[in-house]
């Protein structure tokens, strides 16, 4: 019994608690929580910030306390951080940055890599430095925004192709960087990523693995630098080729890795490919908890070297608890009022972005820019552009089979 209960003291218990008490306190009391703000422009836009920072202070030393971490140096470290969080919404705020579809955790990372490249990082500034930590409370809030019924709501033609798209994808991106002798970690990583949902996908893939966050950090970076041209690219070609709006806003959904972009990119072709391409982007975003799922059983079973016998308790020990935190999160959530869902949805995802930024603070502040752009990477930028390029290809003709033949005949 003993044994059973230490369990639930390990990280990976912690991180669920820490993230249930998020979404219990979101639900019954989302007025007493802290919103982000999107400006800071007045006073009580500061007022809000340092009432999320206080929350995310609070937070952390609670969970540093029980794990037995040192607590002597965490507020100065995170302020540090936490300022370089608000600076990259800031910059990631401004009309024109906004306009090219780059994104906060985008220049999180740049901010945190310029600190640590350009400066010799003093030791108390790391005791706050704990990325996997805020990745996967984030994505526990994540799974409360991400609501069955809504989805199949808006659109069961959008799920069925994200189904069909999202499993051949996924399968062909890792297939080519098995031919091309790329890790398994990184190839699981861009996989997930151009496959699913971009970003989110390989934050989560990276917490189910136990993956390398300077690899993590160089994905994401790929995510987000090849969604801008796409978000311009595709409607081009598509108003080129004479696509339906219907098909054009699929193509667009399944295919461009963010949805900041994949909004902006629909808005260029009109009304209905926006509605359209949103439709399909959020059934992507459902289909991250199944796909975890699945990833997180596939590595739980290998094991490190394949020499353990994977028993079905080896294989809940090295199962990352924080998935079933996600998806216990996305189901409670979908069980409930549309209205309330949405209400509590608001508040979790401002602390999944908020969160993500940090995290992504912190994995600048642990990497070096040569290992983000040595040679090593050269063969993972090349696997990113095939699968990509094979993604483009497969999702247009699924939308126009589904969107513009299938559809209209059953409509």
């Given at each position: ?38 400006t ?10 340092g009432?999320?920072?206080?929350f ?21 470290s ?33 901010l ?20 996997e ?22 659109g ?12 051949t ?8 960087g ?17 496959s ?11 917490g ?46 399944g ?81 409930l ?36 752009f ?38």
């Amino acid at each position: 019994m003993k044994k059973w209960l230490r369990q639930f003291s390990s990280e990976d218990w912690i991180i669920v608690f820490a993230g249930a008490l998020i979404l219990l306190l979101a639900g019954f009391f989302p007025e007493w929580m802290p919103v982000m703000p999107k400006t800071l422009d007045s006073l009580s836009d500061w007022l809000s910030a340092g009432y999320m920072f206080l929350f995310v202070l609070v937070l952390t030393y609670a969970t540093s306390a029980v794990l037995g971490r040192p607590l002597k140096w965490i507020f100065p470290s995170l302020t540090v951080i936490f300022a370089l969080t608000l600076l990259s919404q800031f910059i990631a705020s401004i009309p024109i940055v906004k306009e090219y579809g780059f994104e906060s955790v985008f220049f999180a990372v740049i901010l945190g890599l310029l600190l640590s490249n350009c400066f010799k990082l003093p030791e108390w500034l790391k005791s706050a430095v704990q990325s996997e930590f805020y990745i996967k409370i984030g994505i526990i809030c994540l799974g409360s925004t991400i609501l069955f019924g809504e989805v199949m709501k808006s659109g069961a033609y959008g799920l069925a192709q994200s189904l069909i798209v999202v499993f051949t994808v996924w399968y062909m991106a890792y297939w080519i960087g098995k031919k091309m002798k790329i890790d398994p970690e990184m190839g699981t990583m861009l996989a997930s990523a151009v496959s699913i949902c971009g970003v989110s996908a390989a934050i989560a893939t990276c917490g189910v693995i136990k993956g390398d966050n300077k690899k993590l950090s160089y994905v994401v970076s790929l995510v987000l630098i090849i969604a801008i041209p796409m978000m311009y690219l595709l409607p081009w070609l598509a108003n080129l080729m004479g696509l339906p709006q219907e098909v054009t806003g699929a193509w667009l959904g399944g295919t461009i890795d963010t949805t900041g972009a994949v909004a902006a990119s629909g808005t260029l072709v009109g009304e209905t490919a926006e509605k359209t391409a949103i439709i399909v982007k959020s059934s992507q975003n459902v289909l991250l908890g199944i796909a975890a799922f699945i990833i997180s059983i596939m590595w739980s079973y290998q094991g490190k070297g394949n020499m353990e016998k994977p028993t079905a308790g080896v294989i809940w020990d090295r199962f990352p608890k924080f998935v079933v935190g996600f998806i216990l999160a996305s189901l409670v959530f979908s069980l409930l009022e549309p209205e309330t869902a949405k209400t509590v949805g608001t508040v979790t995802k401002g602390f999944q972005n908020t969160l993500f930024s940090i995290a992504f603070v912190c994995i600048g502040l642990e990497t070096r820019f040569k290992d983000i752009f040595g040679k090593e990477n050269r063969k993972p930028l090349k696997v990113f552009l095939l699968a990509q390029t094979f993604n483009i290809i497969i999702t247009l003709i699924v939308a126009y089979v589904i969107f513009g033949i299938l559809k209209p005949l059953w409509a």
